[in-house]
């Protein structure tokens, strides 16, 4: 693309990274992270756990990933948190579209639609991976 070529440890570091970011700020910036999102009400404390959950996980599933790729002899571990990765974002496409009666039609597409990216970077890092030593295609 342009000259510019994008290798797959590079990739999954980027995304490890952001989810470490995101994840954390939503552990522990909760409430002021749903209070922006949330304009009209106070979120219930029940969806402010829910979030902290999520939040923690994304922290979680960010730092596995991340250290995967600090020895390239482990590129078959960080091919599985990559899988891992794909298969949640798949579950929140499929659980959005669940909630389209209590959503409307618009908000389940949007919610189903945010993790659509995260998919396709997925896909293509696997790709991109190799399980031989050394670890990673270029």
């Known amino acids: 693309m342009y000259g510019l070529t994008v290798k797959a440890v590079t990739l999954v570091r980027t995304a490890a990274v952001i989810r470490v970011g995101i994840g954390t700020t939503l552990a522990i910036g909760t409430g002021r ?14 969806f402010v756990l ?9 922290a ?24 891992l990765w794909l298969a949640n974002e798949v579950a929140d496409v499929v659980a959005a579209l669940a909630m389209s009666r209590q959503l409307g039609v618009a908000g389940a597409a949007s ?25 990673f295609k270029p």
């Open 111 to 135: 919610a189903a639609g945010a993790p659509l990216p995260l998919i396709a970077v997925d896909v293509w890092t696997l790709r991109h991976l190799t399980s031989a030593t050394g670890g």
């Open 50 to 58: 829910f979030a902290r959950t999520v939040g923690i996980r994304d």
């Open 33 to 46: 992270v749903l209070r922006g999102m949330l304009r009209d009400g106070k979120p219930s404390s029940s």
């Open 60 to 83: 979680l599933f960010g730092l596995g990933g991340l250290l995967s790729t600090l020895e390239p002899s482990r590129a078959g571990e960080t091919r599985r948190w990559i899988q």
